[in-house]
């Protein structure tokens, strides 16, 4: 079989895109921190079943909110944010000096949390602050080109300004450790430095993306922008206020919630009538992991009213919620989206590295034989069946849940490391020659 061009809606001319080699090296680093972080959770059974502000907690957190997340979207964004804004990456050479000082901050902070070694601590996140500005820089400067602000372009907008912010404060977080400034409120700094984290950095990038990747991956339109112009004012609104009604302890924390489950709901309403007029009718694995991962975003946000509220039994089992909301999070929603994106956008960038050149003039396989349909199938069931023991084992602090779901989620890591390495082959011309030339056309 001739291959053709990948189906993906993705017209942007070549000459737009940075090399393969930006954003591949982010992907590569971020699998390895996330499949190592699954391998490493059965060894920590005793310590997750423990109170989660303790070193081994914030080690095992941190290698996957900096190693994992952090650096995929950073990747993401060297090849999203130009194609999808139709303008041109900055600077590639900035994006590769970064790489190094994210990867050498991500690994001080980890590995200092471990040992707990608060000097440590504090140098790799001042690092991580350090790579974080040259990102801003270097994404403003990309976006400074643009000649009008549409949606996407707000939601990265907002997301790099939260990302900055929360850098900021985790590095003020990390030098409490030694001079003690903050005022001993640890608790109450850590639930807003973790909303202005999951919401405002990940999940204001995941929102902005999915309006520009959704309706391109799934063959729909995104017509109508009115409720998403909503959801971005409230979803703004909403973080500012719940921020500080954190870190005041404020009871007024319920409000924005609210007003952060209705930009929620803007969202997916959004999401629904893109997916309601597509035009590929089959949902591939891509698009499956975006669907559970918006379910399980539903479930995420009725749990965060219900501990917005303050209306839990008792103080340790909301220790416990709050604990199982956090990882529901981390896995549940931003974990499963990012593998569905990824099990779109690798397929796409190692099929036009390798064999775009060579269509009409050897037969090639179809972007979409890349990933195969075996590993994800498996992956995502192992995944779901591993989050869902793991988050009820944390909540009800049973050792034998914890247990059994993180094994499950190790099993679901080396899956999928078997399917996105399944795709890197193809980097590699001896691991999958292609027939010789044949007549074109045959």
Known sequence: MVGSKPASGNSAPPARQPSLWVPLRYFVTAQAAFVGALLWAPWQVDNLLDFYYQGHGLALTHLLTLGWITMTIMGASFQLVPVALETTLWSERLACWQYWIMLSGVALMVSHFWIGHHHGTAIGAGLVLIAVTLFV??????????????????????????????????????????????????????????????????????????????????????RNERPAYWEFRLLNVGLAGLYVTLLLHSSWTALFALLIAVAVGLFLWTMREVLRTRKRPRLDWGLRHSLSAMVTLVILTLLGLWLSTGWVVSDEFAARLAFGYGVLALLGWISVTIIGMMYKIIPFLVWHHRYSDLVGLRPVPA????????????????????????????????????????????????????????????????????????????
């Open 367 to 442: 972007a979409t034989q890349l990933l195969g349909e075996s590993m994800p199938r498996i992956e995502y069931w192992l995944l779901h069946a591993g989050i869902v023991t793991t988050v009820a084992g944390v909540i009800f602090a049973s050792g034998l849940l914890l247990q059994v779901g993180t094994l499950v989620l190790a099993l679901a890591g080396l899956t999928f490391a078997v399917a996105v390495c399944r795709i890197y082959r193809h980097l590699v011309p001896r691991l999958t020659p292609l027939p010789e030339a044949q007549t074109v056309g045959a």
């Open 137 to 222: 820089v270097n994404m403003g400067r990309t976006m400074w080109q643009l000649p009008r602000w549409d949606i996407i372009g707000r939601h990265v907008a907002a997301a790099l300004l939260y990302l900055a912010s929360t850098v900021v404060m985790g590095n003020l977080m990390a030098l409490d450790k030694m001079f003690d400034f903050l005022g001993g409120q640890v608790l109450h700094t850590i639930h807003a430095h973790a909303h202005l984290a999951g919401i405002g950095w990940v999940t204001m990038m995941i929102f902005g993306a999915s309006y520009k990747l959704i309706p391109m991956f799934s063959l729909s339109e995104f």
